[in-house]
């Protein structure tokens, strides 16, 4: 599968939005899905925009640093002074937070694999139904395993009748699936009937007798509507 656009899943209610997107749409296949639940641990600024000035300053210290300096001495004195001036800056460093980074991970695709993001609320609960788990060789940590259907964590979660929802939805995408088909050949007999328009009348124009017949029906033959819930 190729890669798609980023998804980010804030809440419950996030998932269950697009449960019921993906069930209404005409390719229902990406329901059948399984995701593992993966995460890794990050640091972030207390203050986004005092942390975003202070990368500013280290890029700008980066730029006057000398261009020997990994060569020099440490008691040179264009390294020390340098030195100092990063020593100084680094006092002036904003808090930071620790934060663990949740992401869904499509199984058994290709490398470009979906992937969708979660708050750290929302992987936390998604964390905490994962049932299946088993240790780390010779270790009592324990590591996710297996997968699960968006529907199913859906269901791990609380969120009864997802179930009935997903399967109204998929009766109906592969009804209008189904209408879109038949509209298609309509269309196509139309197009035929019409171009047989034009011909009989070039041929009759020609001087070939032709009986009368007529075709209207078919060049005027009316899709049929789309079925809704």
């Not at 390719?27 to 942390?51: C, I, M, N, V």
């Not at 929302?122 to 905490?128: H, K, T």
């Not at 994962?130 to 699960?148: I, L, N, P």
């Not at 070939?208 to 033959?221: A, T």
Request: hydrophobic share 35%; charged share 30%.
């Amino acid at each position: 599968m190729s890669a798609s656009k980023n998804i980010r899943l804030v809440t419950i209610q996030d998932l269950v939005s697009l449960i019921s997107t993906r069930a209404n749409s005409t390719y229902t296949h990406s329901l059948d899905r399984k995701y593992s639940l993966e995460d890794r641990t990050g640091d972030e600024w207390d203050d986004d925009f005092a942390g975003a000035q202070y990368e500013e300053q280290v890029a700008t210290l980066e730029v006057t640093r000398p261009v020997e300096y990994w060569s020099m001495e440490r008691d040179n004195p264009i390294k020390a002074a340098y030195m100092r001036k990063v020593e100084k800056l680094q006092k002036t460093m904003p808090k930071k937070h620790h934060v663990t980074y949740y992401h869904l991970y499509e199984q058994g695709s290709s490398y470009h694999g979906e992937v969708i993001e979660l708050s750290s609320e929302l992987g936390v609960m998604l964390d905490g139904i994962w049932s299946h788990r088993e240790a780390y060789r010779g270790s009592s940590w324990m590591k996710r395993v297996s997968g699960m259907t968006l529907q199913g964590m859906a269901k791990r979660l609380g969120q009864t009748g997802i179930a009935d929802t997903v399967k109204k939805a998929q009766d109906l995408a592969k009804r209008q699936s189904e209408a879109n088909s038949r509209n298609y050949a309509r269309k196509h007999v139309r197009e035929v009937a019409n171009e047989l328009v034009l011909k009989i009348d070039a041929a009759r124009k020609a001087g070939i007798e032709i009986p009368d017949f007529s075709v209207l029906g078919l060049v005027v033959m009316a899709d049929e509507e789309m079925p809704v819930e």
